[in-house]
């Protein structure tokens, strides 16, 4: 990583797994946020892993595009889905790589969200998903939490919280 | 019963704990996943009347005599 990255807060799914892996007391200090995760979730096939800024999962848009080499399906959604968790009925240790990009978060604009997502699954039909998302609210964010849709994020599963200076 | 728990990381400690979710928590994450569920139905369904009307225009485009390779460059 650039020098402009810096890393804030890491943690890592324990073996009784989390339903959500939250991150508070985001300091106020850098330009813009990245969230970087690793996740393997506990259900048979992928869950969804959707985004709760400042503890809010209300008054999020955004587009996305999901292929799996086998079709491709993209589409507009009022909802909060930003990742995934690979599932366990592939094969194990595989985990969904992803990175969220938040600009600007402490801004009294409107926060966007771009999301690149690779479902990893060792197998032909591993899958790629990518989102751009808005948070139609002013308020600076100070929490960030990623929360899985069904089950809870698997051991090992791993969260990293950078803040990026537009300056060393 | 056990209750469903989360990973709480303090950016201004590093300190994590691990808590249960709240009452409201709970009934958000299953308005979530419930909500999820409708999408991915209504994703499902897009993907499967694409992939049948390709399938019958490819068929249409055969009958009138293109080859195999002749659709797909299209």
Same mark, same amino acid.
């Given at each position: 990583? $650039? ?48 985004? $709760? ?10 587009? !996305? ?19 995934? =968790? ?6 194990? +240790?595989?985990?969904?790589?992803? !990175?969220?990009?938040?600009?600007? !978060?402490?801004?009294?604009? !409107? ?14 039909? +591993? =899958?790629?998903?990518?989102? =751009? ?16 849709? $069904?089950?809870?994020? =698997?051991?090992?599963?791993? $969260? ?9 | ?6 990973? *709480? *990381? %303090?950016?201004?400690?590093? *300190?994590?704990?691990? *808590? #249960?979710?709240?009452?409201? #928590? ?5 308005? %979530?996943?419930? @909500?999820?569920?409708?999408? &991915?139905?209504?994703? %499902? @369904?897009?993907?499967?009347?694409? @992939?049948?009307? &390709? ?13 195999? %390779? ?5």
């Amino acid at each position: 990583m $650039a020098l402009t990255y810096v890393a804030i807060a890491t943690t890592t799914v324990g073996s009784g797994g989390s339903a959500n892996i939250e991150f508070t007391s985001i300091p106020q200090t850098y330009t813009d946020l990245l969230l970087v995760s690793s996740l393997r979730g506990s259900q048979n096939g992928a869950t969804l892993a959707g985004l $709760a800024l400042n503890g809010s999962t209300a008054s999020f848009t955004g587009r !996305y595009i999901y292929g799996d080499g086998q079709s491709t399906v993209s589409g507009s959604d009022g909802g909060n889905v930003v990742n995934y =968790a690979t599932g366990i009925s592939v094969t194990a +240790n595989a985990f969904t790589n992803a !990175y969220s990009y938040i600009p600007n !978060y402490t801004s009294s604009n !409107y926060k966007s969200i771009s999301s690149d997502v690779v479902l990893e699954q060792n197998q032909s039909t +591993n =899958a790629m998903f990518l989102s =751009a998302t808005l948070w139609s609210n002013t308020a600076a964010i100070t929490s960030l939490s990623l929360n899985v849709s $069904a089950g809870t994020f =698997a051991q090992y599963s791993t $969260a990293t919280l950078y803040g990026i200076k537009a300056t060393v | 019963m056990t209750m469903p728990t989360k990973l *709480v *990381v %303090d950016c201004s400690t590093g *300190v994590t704990t691990e *808590v #249960e979710l709240t009452a409201e #928590e709970i009934a958000q994450r299953e308005a %979530d996943a419930a @909500a999820y569920a409708e999408q &991915k139905a209504a994703e %499902d @369904a897009a993907a499967a009347a694409k @992939a049948e009307a &390709k399938a019958n225009a490819e068929a249409k485009l055969a009958a009138l005599g293109l080859t195999a %390779d002749e659709i797909a460059a299209l």
